[in-house]
């Protein structure tokens, strides 16, 4: 249902800007994406400063690699929008790169860039994973795109020990229509992948990627990327009904 309701959103975005002037300024601006992707990038006490600028090299090394320049490119309308979100406790949270149509490589390589020029915002606090799910959720409204699939692509290393509960904030979240899918990075908790599979991720598709330690980290989040841009779901009309049918997206690209 994820799926049908994103491409509904999506289609009523097209329909609104064909239709011109009839309709406010608000509608009209929604810029048609296949994805709408906010990255979301751990900086808790557990993510010492080499662990962080690992994290960091691994997400601008993924947005230089030809591979994800193919997947966006091969999208129903060859573009995505993509944020990036900062965060570890409760009430640390913040947009480190807001969001950015990319639609080719030169676009990729440029977000690469800017990715390469963060300077990390917190330098102590604790692991609040739903504060890090209620502030990206919050990031898609008004956020100038549309797209049938919404998603929050969290990176971690540890289990929450602060903020309201996870399941509160997940259910929040599924509930506009965002997907959530996680990397993790199991350097000090063998167990986290079972942790992020039961009780973080959730929505079309969802799927935890897992990195063994940090070195391992920029490999994982090529793969992810791969993985969610692939997965856009393709509307097709019925043949036999005349029907508006979502499907996920067979296969997607594969990660090589």
Known sequence: MEG?????????????????????????????????????IDSSDSVDGREYA??????????????????????????????????????????????????????????????????????????????????????????????ARRVIDI???GVQNQGRRIDLAREATLARDVTINALVILNEMPDLEEYFSERVIGGFGAFVIVANDYPDYPEAIRRKLLR?????????????GGQLAVLPAVGGVAAP
Do not use: C, K
């Not at 929604?30 to 979301?40: F, S």
């Not at 490119?73 to 900062?86: H, N, R, T």
């Not at 969610?228 to 036999?240: A, C, F, H, K, N």
């Open 4 to 40: 049908r309701s994103g491409i509904g959103r999506l289609v009523g975005s097209v329909l609104l800007a064909m239709a011109g002037g009839a309709f406010p300024d608000s509608a009209r601006a929604e810029v048609p994406v296949d994805l709408e992707l906010i990255l979301a």
């Open 54 to 147: 690992l994290q960091v090299g691994g997400l601008a090394a993924a947005f230089r690699d030809p591979t994800v320049h193919q997947a966006i490119g091969d999208g129903p309308l060859g573009s995505i929008a993509v944020a990036v979100v900062e965060w570890s406790g409760r009430y640390q949270q913040i947009v480190q790169i807001p969001w950015t149509r990319l639609d080719g490589a030169a676009a990729a390589v440029a977000f690469a860039e800017q990715i390469d020029r963060l300077r990390r915002a917190f330098d102590e606090g604790v692991t609040s994973i739903s504060g890090a799910l209620d502030f990206a959720a919050e990031q898609f409204a008004g956020n100038g795109f549309v797209a």
């Open 155 to 157: 990176s971690s290393d």
């Open 228 to 240: 969610e841009i692939g997965q856009t779901p393709v509307s097709l009309l019925d043949r036999e």
